[in-house]
């Protein structure tokens, strides 16, 4: 079976190549609206649209969706076009945006009244809400409804010239106000909307609506397959009623997939907008955020996005996917990437005490176990060092294998240290632990074979001060946007941010520039964030813990 492995598009695709409809082109499109930055359920569709192309020898061609002049905006444009090509994709010189069709959209409306399938209706929007009905209600004629064409003109016209005030006319197909789909009863397809347009000014004060300008803006660029998400399935039968109306020869199609949806996250630009401007979260790039911004500065990687897109895969019907998913694909990615270094984050006080007082050597250490191509780089070893406070335990509990009185243990690329002392102050609390060390245990093996069972990192005492910054999930709930009555914002993760200011790095990653990927040894991996982060005075963000911390 030749279709086998196929997702439902490529088998679309491969039929109508077979059947040499389209003349075997394959265009596709990814058309945001500008009005919020992009988030991973677009990845998911940038991966397809463009895939799509690049897999079938078409084009894909970014379109900014920018009909609505109330909430679209240039700085969008700007993030919307570095997220894409950053998630590796290219639209070569295909970038358009809808605006720029205003005078054709507008033509094709003329000439949809002159068919005399279009008419101005002078109902209000509630009026209009009202007459359409619902699933359950039939709609009802609009009394305007059999206004003659030349009457339609000359409204429309005037409309347009900016003779009325907004909504007090609207422009709508006429189809079928009988429908048991109530998008086919007469939808509106233009409005007044006196406001002013981030590319077109002032020029304009009647906009078209999405049903309108979309199938429109795909047929003026010879987009073939249109794809776009289940919620406009019902939508299938109008999109295909305006090309039918207006365009003459290859006619764009519509084809619906499954919208992403993840555990603890939501998706929508205008929630996503909501939580930036209520301070919720630092901005569009918090790093705790599914904005590609927010990824990106998190440390995801492009490849991990576009590889999480490939695991999902593409289907028809609705899903929510697990957060662990795209956490397994920034893991894979950085495990075979990221160079590895050390970083404690609480930091706890050892003394060497058969260490030579100050003396230092250079430990040649790995940057990767397997690759040998990421080189080396020289940790020092001292007297004085850090270990990570909770791998101490005074009296270890069952099954604690690393650091506590009396017992041995190994430093990564370095030594066996033994601890003999700890030292508190007069509150109690250690601050302090004395050990030492085995000299003949250097790079990490004892050469009389003797076993040690917990290996640590460390620092050495004159490790520079780092912030690291720990994210959990933004949110406490898998699905906060699940119930409509309760606001999806109660379910902010309170602990989704932690501020570790005085965590140690080693020397080397003080000079970490920024966006600079590393797995820290048994922490996790972590980024130099791209805002903050200055050679000299790092800060680290954790992209992602070393294992699913929630099996715990
Ligand atoms: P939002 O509700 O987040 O604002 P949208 O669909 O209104 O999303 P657009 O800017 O219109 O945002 O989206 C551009 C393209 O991205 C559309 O083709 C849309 O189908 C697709 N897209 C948006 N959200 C998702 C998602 N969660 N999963 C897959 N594709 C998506
Ligand atoms: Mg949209
Ligand atoms: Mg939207």
Redesign the pocket.
Known sequence: NETQGLNFLQEVIEEDQRTGKHGGRVHTR????PN?YL?I??A??IALNFGLANQYGGKCNLRL?DTNPLTEDTDYVESIQRDVRWLGFDWDDRRFFASDYFDRLYAFAEQLISQGQAYVCSLSPEEISAYRGDFTTPGRDSPYRTRSVEENLDLFRRMKAGEFPDSKHTLRAKIDMTSSNPVLRDPPIYRIRHAHHHRTGDTWCIYPLYDFAHCLSDAIEGITHS???LEFENRRVLYDWIVNALIKGDRPNQYEFA???LTYAV????KLLQMVTERLVSGWDDPRMLTISGLRRRGYTPASLRDFARRIGVSKSDSLIDMGVLELSIRDDLNETAPRAMAVLRPLKVVVENYPEGQTEELEVANHPKKAELGTRKVPFMRELYIEADDFQEVPEKGFFRLAPGKEVRLRSAYFIKCEQVIKDAAGNITELRCTYDPATRGGDSPDGRKVKGTLHWVPGNAPVAQVRLYDRLFSVEQPDRDKEKDFKAFINPASLEVVSDARVEPSLAQANPGDRFQFERLGYFCADAVDSKPGAPVFNRTVTLKDSWVK
């Open positions: 990814f058309p945001p609206e919020g988030h359920g677009h998911k569709a969706d794809v776009c998400t919208r992403l949806n998706m929508s630009k205008r």
